[in-house]
T-cell receptor
Framework: NAGVTQTPKFRILKIGQSMTLQCTQD?????MYWYRQDPGMGLKLIYY???????DKGEVPNGYNVSRSTTEDFPLRLELAAPSQTSVYFC????????????FGPGTRLTVL | KQEVTQIPAALSVPEGENLVLNCSFT??????LQWFRQDPGKGLTSLLL?????REQTSGRLNASLDKSSGRSTLYIAASQPGDSATYLC????????FGKGTRLSVIA
């Protein structure tokens, strides 16, 4: 199993540009998550999904959108990128919240200039 | 709202020392508590998961305990090695899983 994979690893955007961060897991996990990690801070939840077709907002959803058309994929869309969205983005998955580990992807480092 | 605090923020120890990292949380109604390791520029690697009905978990030189009544978890690392140098994060809850800011550990050879 590849686990949780993310693309791209790095990206530089100009203010106002848009992009999609890709996340795929091959563990047949129902739950998937997007976090952002800013320097010296803990991880903040952006969006999550409990299964295909179901998504919900986390703590910091503004400026982002998600979709979950399949169990495997959970892309994160940034519209009109702003410097405040400069961060490292992590995708994660778990089979269910009760008694199961959360597994993380390697992250996407995004800079908005 | 769940809040997770990790103390200390940074720790430097000589190789071979046993050490304890602390994690406290405000809401004891948690499904489980998970400890992660993060190396610089990398993602998070799961170390130990303690289910809410358990009091501790062990993996090799690592032992994590959970005391829900006091809102505390500890990660014990035995016989520390330079390769243990990393940031250790704890996370509590369900969805959302709430993370502490981490303890940055340096093990000096």
């Amino acid at each position: 199993n590849a686990g949780v994979t993310q693309t791209p690893k790095f990206r530089i955007l100009k203010i106002g540009q848009s992009m999609t961060l890709q996340c795929t897991q091959d563990m047949n996990h129902n739950y998937m998550y997007w976090y952002r990690q800013d320097p010296g801070m803990g991880l903040k939840l952006i969006y999550y999904s409990v299964g295909a077709g179901i998504t919900d907002k986390g703590e910091v959803p503004n400026g982002y959108n998600v979709s979950r058309s399949t169990t495997e994929d959970f892309p994160l869309r940034l519209e009109l990128a702003a410097p405040s969205q400069t961060s490292v983005y992590f995708c994660a998955s778990r089979r269910s919240p009760e008694n199961n580990e959360q597994f993380f992807g390697p992250g996407t480092r995004l800079t908005v200039l | 709202k769940q809040e997770v605090t990790q103390i200390p923020a940074a720790l430097s120890v000589p190789e071979g020392e046993n050490l304890v990292l602390n994690c406290s949380f405000t809401d004891s109604a948690i499904y489980n508590l998970q400890w992660f390791r993060q190396d610089p520029g990398k993602g998070l690697t799961s170390l130990l998961l303690i289910q809410s009905s358990q009091r501790e978990q062990t993996s090799g030189r690592l032992n994590a305990s959970l005391d829900k009544s006091s809102g505390r978890s500890t990660l014990y690392i035995a016989a520390s090695q330079p390769g243990d140098s990393a940031t250790y994060l704890c996370a509590a809850g369900n969805t959302p899983l709430v993370f502490g800011k981490g303890t940055r550990l340096s093990v000096i050879a």
